[in-house]
């Protein structure tokens, strides 16, 4: 990836620094505390990744309920051979796993109410990425030339995408100041004013109206800058009421 | 999200990985992802030691395996957290979590690896006195790797300086603070080091006796499926009394 095009991708770490939580295409803050991205519905390989994990956390909790299953049968020393017993045993780690494992699901669903922001620039993040991701592919074609490209259709798109990189970034800034409650909320206002200024430059940026490889990407760009306003603004209303 | 890719970059990338664990980054990614690669892996190797027996035994090695490393990992932690912060580590028992959790997966993989050498003597091999004797080396050998792994990353040195840092999204820069060393600290250091060394001797010993708990493993081809054997004797007895089976 050229340089200018790695520079601009907004990393996983650069994420977690921003938003302050360990953020994958699954969940936002792990499967330790955290909450799904209701976007994982939507898409069959995140969904699948899902059904895995949990599958995975029913057999790590089974396995750290297992002790708890002794409780059971601690004064017998005998071999455990008969199936009356075993179930005995397995019993308290099986109720142990099968609670644990719905209250955490329970403990998700309520709390993935107050990520949804969150949850949504998220998205937008990825669609950010996946469009950098588009624009490198076009590099390394014309690298061996089976395309050809107008570097300045090019550099459009990468200033396109450094203002719809700031709008996200200070989305994602705002986005965190609005949920941790800080005092610093005149900050916010300094914050959706530069989100404001990007999604105006963003629309009077002139796009070539000829049809060609870039047009689209720019569109994206654009959808991606609206997106993050719409997203804070309706954030700023819900918590001033 | 691959969670298998942590510790391929566990094993790729090691100095790296432990110096993100010293710093806190991305602790919980680390713990959940290893949490799941080691069971998977230890029950792929229980598995395969239970296949000697029944399908019965497949299941109940496959769960019983994870269940040895991770249990006696989650007793023997509290202990080696507060003996370590008591003498002055300044590491939190997240990333204590994530150092030994790091350590359980290099012996888990390790024992993936023997696992095409194990499955070959299931299949060749009918006496499961050897067959025992094999796992018990082969047990043996991951563990003691495990354990010096464990002993080089976790042993504390005369450099380690504590570090605060505090990031602000305002001005977004780390401060760190470093007291200077003392010949208090290198006291405290050399401490802890012996704190590590008795810990992984608990550690051995914890594990043996919750291994002989959780006993049987393998399944004696002469006795029905069991799930747990009667309380009876050590660990160390019945390796005595298996090695004096083969030889004589």
Known sequence: MQLDLDKLRISA??????????????????????????????????????CITEMFMLLVTFIFALPFGFLFIRNSTNAITDFATIFKFLLIPLVITVILNISWNVYMLLKVKSTLTLAHLLDEVDKYNEIIQAVDVR????????????????????????????SLVYGLMTERILRENKSL???????????????????????????????ELLNQALQIGASVYKEIESSQRRVSH | MNYFSTVISLLRERKEFLEEIHQGISLKTKIASLLISSSCFFAIYGA???????????????????????????ICLPTLYIFNTVFGSKQSIGQHFTFLLA???????????????????????????????????????????????????????ADERSQTSSVSLEKDFIVQVQPATNSNSAQNVKVRTNILRFWLVLYGFV??????????????????????????????????????????
């Open chain 2, 48 to 74: 395969i030691i239970g296949a000697f027996h029944s399908p019965l035994q497949i299941i109940s090695s496959a769960i019983k395996l994870p269940a040895l490393y991770l249990i006696t990992l989650l």
């Open chain 2, 103 to 157: 350590a359980v997966s290099v012996i888990a993989i390790l024992l993936c690896g023997f696992a095409p050498v194990t499955l070959f003597f299931l299949i060749t091999v009918t006496d499961y006195h050897f067959f025992l004797l094999l796992n018990v080396s082969i047990f043996a050998l991951t563990g003691i790797i495990g354990v010096s792994f464990l002993y080089q990353i976790m042993k504390p040195n």
């Open chain 1, 13 to 50: 770490k650069e994420v977690e620094r921003l938003t302050g939580f360990e953020v994958n295409e699954v969940f936002i803050g792990t499967i330790l505390g955290g909450v799904y991205r209701p976007s994982l519905f939507q898409n069959s390989k995140r969904f699948t990744h899902f």
């Open chain 1, 185 to 215: 909320l005149a900050r916010r206002y300094d914050l959706l004013t530069n989100i404001e200024n990007n999604l105006v430059t963003l629309r009077t940026l002139e796009i070539n109206s000829q049809a060609n490889e870039y047009t």
């Open chain 1, 139 to 166: 590099d390394r074609l014309e690298a061996v030339g089976n395309l050809q490209v107008n570097a300045l259709d090019r550099e459009r798109v990468c200033d396109v995408l450094k203002i719809a990189r700031n």
């Open chain 2, 207 to 248: 594990g043996s006796q919750l291994g002989w708990t959780l006993r049987p493993f393998f399944g004696s081809p002469e006795q029905q499926f069991e799930l747990f054997r009667a309380r009876e004797g050590s660990f160390f007895t019945a390796v005595f009394n298996t090695l004096i089976n083969l030889l004589f």
